[in-house]
């Protein structure tokens, strides 16, 4: 069945960076563009970064641009969400997701906590 673990959360203080990790399986991974969102406490779930199956096309939410880079290796079949520069507004439970047409699939989620 189709699984995705993310893991790297953690807590960081305010200008620190922390490297999120998703691990997929269940689907042919180079196949299928990627997203990362976060949700934080009390707000609905927003999307953050896309990037395309073969990496060659990536895209940002406004307020994370030119701090977080969004990459894929489809060797291991796996997303990356590079985080630096972080402020306590990023603090929230991010979440790798894939539409695969019949579904959309996310995995449990890694807190981020941004706290001096």
């Known amino acids: 069945q189709v699984q995705l673990v993310e893991s790297g959360g953690g807590l960081v203080e305010p200008a620190g960076s922390l490297r999120l990790a998703c691990v997929t399986s269940?689907?042919?991974?180079?196949?299928?563009?990627m997203t990362w969102c976060r949700q934080a406490p009390g707000k609905e779930r927003e999307w953050v970064a896309g990037?395309?199956?073969?990496?060659?096309?990536?895209s940002y939410k406004d307020s994370v641009k030119g701090r977080f880079t969004i990459s894929r290796d489809n060797a291991r079949n796996t997303v990356y969400l590079q985080m630096n520069s972080l402020k306590p507004e990023d603090t929230a439970v991010y979440y790798c997701?894939?539409?695969?047409?019949?579904?959309?699939?996310w995995g449990q989620g890694t807190q981020v906590t941004v706290s001096s």
């Open positions: 269940g689907f042919t991974f180079s196949q299928y563009a």
């Open positions: 990037i395309d199956d073969d990496g060659s096309s990536r």
């Open positions: 997701s894939v539409d695969l047409g019949r579904a959309y699939y």
